[in-house]
């Protein structure tokens, strides 16, 4: 599925997308926001990165900040 289908999908969804594309995803990603849409936000996975820091990363997001905290972000993890 292209990128901007799957960046739609889960704004529909209302859902938040965690991606190892940090090549095109975020340029998809701004052009998404720039079209008038919103997203539930993006999470950035480099390849390389530490499962176990990845997965700590996101338990300490869902533990610690509000779904609407992520509106229209991106960010990249581990944090």
């Known amino acids: 599925m292209p ?3 799957v960046l739609l999908l ?3 969804q209302g859902g938040m997308l965690i991606s190892h594309d940090e090549k095109s995803l975020p340029g998809h990603f701004g052009d998404l926001l720039a079209a008038g849409n919103e997203c ?3 999470l950035i996975v480099p390849q390389g990165a530490p499962i176990g ?3 700590e990363s996101i338990a300490m997001l869902w533990a610690a900040s ?3 905290e992520w509106k229209d972000r991106i960010e990249w993890l581990p944090l």
Do not use: L, M, N, W
Request: a negative charge.
């Open 40 to 42: 539930g936000g993006v």
């Open 53 to 55: 820091a990845v997965i």
């Open 10 to 12: 889960a704004a529909e």
């Open 3 to 5: 990128d901007p289908a």
């Open 66 to 68: 509000d779904a609407a």
